[in-house]
């Protein structure tokens, strides 16, 4: 295995250059200890660069690649199957977080198998020897890797990505009580909500499980949240999941308003669902949240080194991006108790939740 890069941005630079058509490289066709399954629709460019890095791992008897399509119009499902993967096609109405992944897992024949979005690009030849380096302990159940910020990221979603449990260089071994399933949930129960939400922390953007622990715990059939609701029920379980820093790559996206309430609103609808976690309970918590955040984003624009026009277009943007944040933190958590007593509320979820 090949030592990460220290420096991610040559990393960077060189996944953001065009690629042409991509190499086979050490994706096989036969069966392999490792498989990598993907989710694609419409992945253009980047997930070409994408298949280059794949093909680029430097990987002892290569790996499987299996590309659930959801009906893309674009080259993504030419693309992947070009490049040497198993590709099945499903309508775009089917996809689901967990259920999608499930039927590419399936697939696959590997006793490890990565996940990966379709934009999640591994920073070094290593990225697939350093996510299955995890599972070399025998315990480790499930693994996810570090994230980096695409250099062109927002400053306020860098912020955030900086805050994320995947942005963390030390390496993490969560469990309750490994191998004792009463032992895990009366320990569950024992902690505050922080707390349990945190050592149930896991990113399908770019993880692996263990495929013989996924037969007992395949992902749930959610819209959202599947890998941390997939979490929650191995460390229940009694199982072990790891955070592999060596394993490195580059994701984020765009920031746009409505697209960050949306994420933000069905995360914390997971959170009190999953671990009773309620980060803004009152509509006077909402307003004193964003007075904090205001704040918050203004200090953290004053020390970076932004042009004058960007850092006026930036403090500008902050300030509904920060009732947003709070707003949707506040309207996802109470969204269970609101659509059982409101054909309203039952409608605006539905929306909100829709695309995401």
């Known amino acids: 295995m090949k030592n990460p890069s220290p420096d991610p941005s040559a990393a960077r630079s060189a996944a953001s250059e065009t ?23 419409n992945g253009g460019e980047r997930f070409l660069q994408l298949l280059q890095c794949l093909a680029a791992q430097d990987l002892e008897g290569g790996f499987e690649l299996v590309v659930i399509d959801s009906g893309s119009s674009d080259e993504t499902a030419r693309a992947a199957d070009q490049a040497g993967a198993r590709v099945e096609t499903i309508p775009q109405s089917e996809f689901n977080h967990g259920a999608t992944r499930n039927r590419g ?39 996810y890797a570090r994230q980096f910020p ?67 715990h395949p992902f749930p059939a959610r819209s959202f949240g599947e890998d941390v609701a997939w979490a929650r029920e191995l460390l229940l379980a009694g199982g072990t999941s790891a955070f592999e820093p060596a394993a490195r790559v580059e994701h984020s996206h765009r920031i746009e308003l409505m697209r960050e309430f949306k994420r933000i609103y069905c995360d914390h609808r997971n959170l009190i669902e999953l671990f009773g976690l309620r980060n803004v309970p009152t509509w006077k918590d909402v307003w004193r949240g964003w007075a904090y955040q205001r704040n918050f984003y203004r200090e953290l624009l004053a020390g970076l080194n932004l042009p004058r026009s960007q850092h006026l277009y930036w403090l500008a943007y902050s300030k509904p991006h920060a009732l947003l944040e709070t707003a949707a933190q506040f309207l996802g958590a109470r969204s269970h108790w609101k659509t059982d007593e409101s054909a309203f509320w039952t409608w605006a979820d539905s929306a909100i939740r829709r695309g995401v």
């Open 150 to 216: 695409r250099a062109d990221c927002d400053p306020l979603l860098a912020e955030r990505l900086r805050q994320w449990s995947a942005s963390r260089s030390e390496p993490v071994l969560s469990s309750f009580v490994a191998g004792d399933a009463e032992a895990s949930k009366a320990r569950f129960e024992a902690l505050p909500p922080l707390e349990r939400y945190l050592a149930c922390a896991f990113d399908n953007v770019a993880s692996a499980v263990r495929r013989s622990t996924w037969e007992q």
């Open 105 to 143: 897992i399936e697939l696959a024949q590997g006793e490890i198998v990565a996940l990966l979005t379709q934009d999640a690009l591994p920073m070094d030849e290593g990225y697939l020897a350093a996510i299955a380096g995890a599972f070399e302990d025998p315990s480790v159940d499930g693994a």
């Open 19 to 41: 690629v042409a058509a991509p190499s086979t490289g050490a994706i096989r066709s036969g069966p392999c200890r490792l498989s990598v399954v993907i989710p694609t629709w």
